[in-house]
C-alpha cells in the first residue's frame, strides 16, 4: 500500500459536535479501526468511505457505544462519551439508523415510531402528535396503521429514520444509507436526508452510492483496512490517485 499520510486532514475544530482522537478498535490482532481522528462540525452532512472491510461500520458502531473502542476517545458536544452505552448517548442527542432496518415487525408504523419517541415524552397526547408528525414528514402517513412486516425496503428505511427522529438527535449517524434501494428511488432519499439536516440536525453517513456522497456531503473521509487515508470534499478526494485504485478503479461496483 502507498504512503498516504500526506493526504490525511484531520480537523481540530472548536464548532465540532463530534470528535474522534485516535480511535481504534481491535478484535485479536486485527484492527479494525486503527488511530482514526476525525471532528464533525455542527450542521455539516459528513461522509464515511471506503471499500468493504474497511471499518466503517465498526468504526460507527464504536461512535454510538455499540462496540467498544481499545484505544482513543470518543467527544460528544465536546464532553468524552467513550465508555457511554447508546442508550445513554440518545439521551444526550445521538442516534443511530442501521444498514439492515430492525422494525418490531408485528407493530404498525406508528407504534414503532412510539418506541423512540416514548423516553422524550411527558404525556400520551404529546407523544401521539408528534408521531404523526413524523410519520407524515418521512412520507409514511398512508402507511400509518400497517404492520412493520409489510413494508417495502424503502418504506422501513424511512421507517427507522423516523423512530430515530423520534428521540429528538441533535446528531444522526446513518448506515448505508441506500443499501438495498432500486435507483429510482434514490432521489426521494436524498432530497429527506438533505431535509433532516436542515432541520438541524448533524448527519454521519456511510454510504457507497456516489450520487448520494457528491449532492449530500460537505466533506468525507476515506477509510481503507481501518485506517484513514483522505478528509475533504467529495470530490477533491474521490480524484485522490489512492482513492481512485483502491475504491472507484478496482472496485467500481460500489459506484
Not at 9 to 32: C, K, W
Not at 38 to 56: D, M, Q, T, Y
Not at 129 to 139: I, M, Y
Not at 223 to 230: E, V
Amino acid at each position: 500500500m502507498p504512503a498516504l499520510a500526506e493526504e490525511i486532514q484531520v480537523s481540530d475544530r472548536p464548532d465540532a459536535i463530534l470528535e474522534t482522537r485516535s480511535l481504534s478498535v481491535h478484535y485479536g490482532g486485527v484492527a479494525a479501526v486503527d488511530a482514526v481522528s476525525l471532528a464533525v462540525r455542527s450542521g455539516e452532512i459528513f461522509g464515511l468511505l471506503g471499500p468493504n472491510g474497511a471499518g466503517k461500520t465498526t468504526l460507527l458502531a464504536a461512535i454510538a457505544g455499540a462496540v467498544r473502542s481499545t484505544a482513543g476517545e470518543v467527544r460528544f458536544r465536546g464532553e468524552p462519551v467513550t465508555a457511554l452505552r447508546p442508550d445513554q448517548l440518545a439521551r444526550r442527542g445521538m442516534a443511530r439508523t442501521f444498514q439492515i432496518t430492525r422494525p418490531f415487525e408485528d407493530l404498525t408504523v406508528e407504534e414503532n415510531v412510539m418506541v423512540g419517541a416514548q423516553p422524550r415524552c411527558t404525556s400520551l397526547g404529546e407523544m401521539r402528535a408528534q408521531v404523526a408528525e413524523l410519520v407524515d414528514w418521512v412520507g409514511l402517513g398512508h402507511k400509518r396503521h400497517d404492520l412493520a412486516k409489510g413494508l417495502s425496503t424503502g418504506q422501513r428505511k424511512r421507517l427507522e429514520l423516523a423512530r430515530a427522529l423520534a428521540t429528538r438527535p441533535v446528531l444522526l449517524l446513518m448506515d448505508e444509507v441506500s443499501g438495498g434501494l432500486d435507483q429510482p428511488s434514490v432521489p426521494a432519499l436524498i432530497e429527506l436526508v438533505a431535509r433532516v439536516r436542515a432541520s438541524g440536525v448533524t448527519v454521519v453517513l456511510i454510504e457507497h452510492n456516489m450520487r448520494i456522497i457528491s449532492e449530500l456531503c460537505d466533506r468525507v473521509m476515506f477509510l481503507d483496512r481501518g485506517r484513514q487515508l483522505a478528509e475533504g470534499a467529495p470530490r477533491a478526494v474521490m480524484a485522490m490517485p489512492a482513492v481512485v485504485d483502491l475504491y472507484l478503479g478496482s472496485g467500481g461496483a460500489h459506484a
